[in-house]
């Protein structure tokens, strides 16, 4: 029975590739412990914020809707009688 042996050109690709994974992930975990990371705060980012609810802002929201009691939009400002159409499924 014949062994079968791995060419050397093989083993030594195999080799290099292995030390360039680890050296790849060694470094890469090097600079992900030891990296200074710089973070940038704007100006306005720093301004301190109003803690105070603005109620007039809220009751206008609440008030206001897209459609008001009873109201739709017709098929012609929705996209026409053939997005109406469409969406019903019908031919």
Do not use: H
């Not at 992930?25 to 992900?32: C, H, K, Q, T």
């Amino acid at each position: 029975m014949k062994k079968k042996r791995v060419s050397k050109d093989i083993l030594i690709l195999v080799i290099l590739s292995l030390i360039t994974v680890f050296t790849w992930i060694g470094l890469d975990v090097y600079r992900i412990f030891f990296k200074d990371e710089e973070l940038y705060v704007s100006p306005q980012q720093m301004e301190p914020l109003n803690p105070e609810i603005d109620q007039e802002t809220i009751d206008q929201i609440s008030q206001e809707s897209l459609f008001g009691k009873g109201e739709y939009l017709p098929p012609e400002k929705m996209g026409g009688e053939e997005a109406t159409a469409e969406a019903e499924g019908v031919d």
